[in-house]
């Protein structure tokens, strides 16, 4: 068995809530979801999704469909 150590947070209880209802779904508990996190990280030796202050604006429904028939041909 590997070394493991025991990891703890606080974080708001409802926010935890809804995570863990999405991990659920999934078949996950949240310690599986914190993991995959974590080797994510290690992988990418990066943070595995855009952290920005600025986001890029939401697609509209039309591009959204050019965006679908570039990437996947005419539906």
Not at 12 to 17: F, N, V, Y
Not at 33 to 61: C, H, Y
Request: proline share 5%; aromatic share 10%.
């Amino acid at each position: 068995m590997s070394n493991s150590v025991l990891f703890r947070a606080r974080v708001p209880a409802d926010r935890l809530k809804k995570a863990e209802k999405v991990f659920a779904k999934l078949g996950m508990k949240t310690s599986d979801a914190f993991n995959i996190f974590l080797a994510q990280v290690e992988l990418r030796k990066d943070m595995p999704f855009s952290i920005t202050s600025k986001p890029e604006p939401l697609l509209t429904t039309t591009q959204q469909g050019k965006a679908w028939e570039e990437a996947l041909g005419e539906y």
